[in-house]
């Protein structure tokens, strides 16, 4: 099943070559961009299993992700290496994502209009399959998740709460 990691066939390389490096250091590829005219950005958010990140982790990335970036010389142009959490509003990159963020308010856009919109805002009620349900109340929506183009999540009190949680078990 795809995900929505790495969107355009040059972040779909750099995805293969640095997510078993990331994947081998314990941390989780949320996303991976490759952007900029003048000056490129390879930004690259991670995340321990834990939904932790800390300056240090993104330091260790940053010193193991170089020089495999350096070798395998995968991108010609100069260009900057960005490594960061995904934060509070995090992207919704997998479907597993939306598996364990049920009960959080989502956007969610779509690829193409479905009933004439292609933005919408609602709670994730559930996943079943690869359809993701979200909640608009007073009626649920489905939508496939390889129909959606781009997915995040709200900024909320529950959500807000559940962070400060984290960072409280994580200290």
């Known amino acids: 099943m795809r ?6 066939f040059k972040e779909k390389q750099l995805q293969k070559l ?3 490096e990331i994947s081998l250091m314990g941390f989780e590829l949320i996303r991976l961009r490759f952007s900029g005219n003048a000056k490129k950005t390879l930004q690259i958010m991670a995340e321990r299993p834990d939904g932790t990140m800390t300056v240090g982790d993104c330091t260790d990335l940053s010193h193991a ?3 495999l970036l350096d070798v395998e010389d995968t991108i010609s142009e100069e260009y900057s290496l960005e490594i960061s959490s995904p934060g509070i509003d995090r992207p919704l990159t997998k479907l597993e994502h939306f598996e364990q963020w049920v009960g959080y308010k989502a956007k969610v856009e779509l690829n193409q209009p479905m009933d004439g919109q292609r933005r919408f805002k609602g709670i994730i009620h559930s996943t079943k399959g690869s359809t993701v349900i979200l909640d608009m109340i007073p009626e649920l929506l489905n939508v496939q998740f390889s129909q959606i183009a781009k997915a ?3 900024m909320s009190e529950k959500l807000l709460n559940r962070h400060q949680e984290q ?4 200290d």
């Open 18 to 20: 640095l997510e078993p």
């Open 167 to 170: 960072r409280i078990l994580s």
């Open 3 to 8: 995900d929505l990691v790495a969107l355009t």
């Open 65 to 67: 992700l170089s020089p």
């Open 152 to 154: 995040s999540l709200v």
